[in-house]
């Protein structure tokens, strides 16, 4: 199975489905976070912390293990949610190997916050600051690569299959993203709606 057979909605669905431990992975390092600064304070050369405190040993363990937890229900109860959507037998999109690929994602897409992180620093931006596109498509940049480093024909077969799964990251991301943290936000767990 792959997604020539589905329609672009079906499309829309099933690749927000297959990246939902990406999308999530970040959301569990913000509960499990804030302990253990993965740069130990350490400063860079041009004076300013090499990643700052907001990236954490203790969120990017936390948020990995959660994204691979997520991934893991999806596989074996996700049917509930994906069955009318996909119209498809088997309830696996993640390939042969689904659960490193879903660690995969759900590292990758921590990795990739983290290398945003870097990058805010050297820009000067503080913790927390604001950097619209680099904070929306950071994650998912990073998790692909990781899967396309991993197995070239599983992403090609579901993410790099025509226009509409692009699209879909395009289009979804920047408001799952938004839509997660104002969520975070409002429940207190998250320090800025961003
Ligand atoms: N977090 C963490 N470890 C990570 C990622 C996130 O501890 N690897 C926690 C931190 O408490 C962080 C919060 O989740 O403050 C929100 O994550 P994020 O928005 O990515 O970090 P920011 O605080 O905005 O820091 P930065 O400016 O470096 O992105
Ligand atoms: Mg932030």
């Known amino acids: 199975m792959d997604l020539t057979e589905h329609s672009f909605l079906q499309v829309f669905f099933i690749v927000l ?4 431990p990406a999308y999530l992975s970040n959301t569990f390092a913000v509960i499990t976070g804030g302990k253990f600064p993965i740069d130990q304070g350490k400063i860079h050369s041009d004076g300013n912390r090499i990643l700052g405190d907001g990236k954490t040993w203790s969120g990017l363990i936390g948020g ?6 997520i991934g893991y229900l999806q596989i074996n109860h996700g049917n509930i949610f994906i069955d009318r959507i996909a119209n498809s037998e088997s309830y696996n999109f993640w390939g042969g190997n689904p659960l ?28 927390g600051d604001k950097s619209p596109l680099l904070d929306m498509f950071d994650f998912i940049g990073m998790a692909l690569f990781l899967t396309l480093v991993f197995d070239p024909l599983w992403l090609k077969s579901w993410i790099l299959d ?6 879909t990251l395009l289009v979804a991301t920047p408001i799952l993203h938004r ?12 320090n800025e709606p961003w």
Not at 100 to 127: H, V
């Open 17 to 20: 489905w297959i990246m939902m």
């Open 64 to 69: 990995t293990i959660g994204g691979v937890v």
């Open 100 to 127: 490193a690929i879903i660690f995969l994602l759900a590292f990758g897409a921590l990795l990739g916050d983290m290398a945003a992180s870097f990058f805010k620093r050297r820009k000067k931006l503080n913790r």
């Open 162 to 167: 025509g226009y509409a799964p692009l699209f």
């Open 179 to 190: 839509g997660v943290n104002i969520i975070g936000y409002k429940l207190g767990i998250k």
